[in-house]
């Protein structure tokens, strides 16, 4: 027999409550929320044309060209942003994430006007100042009226002035995330009015039934959405549920199972005319090695100057401590499983690279006091910008392991050699995340190795900027570095 769980009246709520205290539904708001930013952007475009003119000649000028031309880039910036997703559908969600690709769109369609009023040499109708008091302003009224309309929508979701939207969720009795699902739809904004388990696929009566009832739910109840959970290997269970549900006017949506949503973290990208999931990234093109290549150069030509005499003052208490070569050589698999030699301040008593080099523990008595200090601070890892100059290695990537180390896991671990696909890095995503040094058990080597394989995956510029900035608050605290 089905489940049908349903969402039960809150203490102090009465049956009998008046008509006109029925919430309004978020998604008739949301609804109007681009034409108030147009409106908005119109306003304040005819607004900095009267600051300006105020200011500059004592009186208000004409209206008519700072309204035309808020309604030209309303038009354009709503028409771009439309397009771009950045408009909420049924659920008030606006993250800062989008702010960036408002701040680009803003700025193309101003400087696209830029470049039509220079060919039709109509520029000096508006003024260059005005212009430029809405850009600012109209920026800065768009960001503010989007991270003040999130927060206006939750607080009158809270108040039970807007009503929030209602999800029926239709599950296998074998989906094992059900609980997971139902949390996230919560998180959302979103209420789960009720939950339907279908019974086993053999009792054809107790379906029908429970799609009956289903159907009669949603016919009398204000349901704005259906998510079936189902294995999405069932086809023709989904293609059954469908054909029940397709005489009722809501959308019906299908949640990934566990498999498929493993895949639809991976990206997505165009092939011919379909979309396909990428399970493995290429390595880095032409041009994204050209641009990760002229990064560490720049980055590390102009940080020489500064480190030279960190250099040798670290050089010179390493000559003084114990007996033998400032610098220690070691041999180390860099990009593509080729191997190289990685240079470091010496931190022990011995020089190892043979076959079994053991790792570092906690009171590790081969590392002498001033390697202690170095490796917890990582200063030790300084003489590598001669690798990335020389162009063994980059300032970000996968930390490059001895070989001994790298012969070892690639037994054990199946993607380990996946690392090799970039070049080896000073600092990577790995150790900002906390799997930094020494690994006694193959787990830890396994979540580094995990954290190497995302960014591979997901590099960018952008991200080997983050990993930079985070590596001296991150790293510097000496965390698992004996």
Known sequence: ???????????????????????????????????????????????????????????????GRNFGLGVVVAALFSTSAHARGLYPGSEPRWPASQIKEVVLIWTAVFLGLSVVALTLKVGDIFSREAVLLFFVAGLGGIIFARLGAKRLFASLTTSNV???????????????????????????????CQTITLPPASSEAAFLECMNKLVEHVRWR???????????????????????????????????????SSLLKRPFVNVGGTRAIELQRAPLTVSQLLRKRLFDLLLTSAALPFILPLLA???????????????FCQRRVGFNGRPFKIYKFRTMTILEDGAVVPQACRGDPRVTRIGRLLRRTSLDEIPQLWNVLKGDMSLIGPRPHALAHDSEYSQIISFYTARHKVKPGITGWAQINGWRGATPQVDMMIRRVEHDMWYVNNWSIWLDVKILLLTIPRVWTGRNAY
């Open 1 to 63: 027999m089905a489940l049908l769980q349903e969402e039960r009246p809150t203490a102090g709520a009465t049956s009998n409550a008046p008509r006109w205290n029925v919430p309004v539904k978020a998604s008739v708001l949301l609804q109007l929320f681009p034409l108030l930013e147009a409106t908005s952007v119109v306003l304040l475009s005819m607004l900095s044309g009267m600051v300006f003119d105020l200011v500059s000649f004592g009186h208000f000028g004409e209206y």
């Open 162 to 192: 807007l009503a929030k939207p209602q999800v029926v969720i239709v599950a296998q009795s074998d989906v094992r995330s059900l609980s997971s699902v139902v949390q996230a739809i919560k998180a959302s904004g979103s209420d789960v």
């Open 222 to 260: 204000s349901v704005d959405e259906i998510l079936l959970a189902a294995n999405w290997a069932d086809i023709s269970l989904i293609e059954k549920i469908t054909g029940h549900l397709c005489m009722v006017p809501i959308p019906v949506r299908l949640l990934p199972d566990d498999i498929v």
């Open 313 to 327: 003052v670290v050089a010179a208490l390493v000559a003084l401590e114990s007996k033998g070569p400032v610098l």
